[in-house]
């Protein structure tokens, strides 16, 4: 879904037509009711794509850097309303953000796939635990890592006494 950017733009524009964005008592806008429309409409269709069992969805989103009042810089999803962009890793498996990153080796940044917790703040989660940290800007191969069987460790189990026994 190329992009949830603009998905975004068209459903709030149309939240903002429908009755329940318009005020009863003054005939005016609602914003209020028409954000609130907008965020029940996306997250609804967002979850209905979730569900899309034997398909791959993918969306693609701007990001923008905003800066709060203490100079702190976050990396947040350039979407109409804050419901949609806050519940959105809620409902996807994997946020992967595509940027230029600097390894601090002191060569020019390099583009990768940023797939975890990372020190450049970029929005990024693997629920899969298939990915590493950095993967390389290639959709192909990254989808057929993520779609790859996972390697299980056998798991063993110890009772206390027999930890207890090896340590005597």
């Not at 034997?54 to 309303?81: A, M, P, T, Y």
Request: some cysteine.
């Amino acid at each position: 879904v190329d992009s949830i950017t603009v998905a975004a733009r068209l459903c709030f524009g149309w939240a903002e037509q429908q009755p329940e964005a318009i005020s009863e008592r003054t005939g005016k806008k609602d914003m209020r009711g028409a954000y609130g429309l907008h965020a029940r409409e996306m997250i609804g269709w967002l979850t209905h794509l979730q569900h899309a069992r034997g398909k791959n969805v993918i969306f693609v989103c701007i990001l923008e850097s905003v800066v709060d009042e203490f100079r702190h810089r976050e990396w947040v999803l350039q979407i109409e309303g804050q419901k949609t962009g806050r519940e959105l890793p809620g409902i996807v498996d994997q946020i992967i953000t595509m940027n230029f990153v600097d390894l601090g080796d002191g060569q020019a940044p390099v583009r990768a796939f940023v797939c975890g917790a990372n020190p450049w703040g970029f929005p990024a989660g693997d629920r899969s635990g298939k990915l590493d940290l950095l993967e390389k800007p290639h959709l192909g191969e990254l989808l057929a890592k993520l779609s790859a069987p996972i390697e299980r460790k056998a798991l063993t189990y110890q009772t206390p006494q027999a930890t207890m026994e090896k340590t005597s």
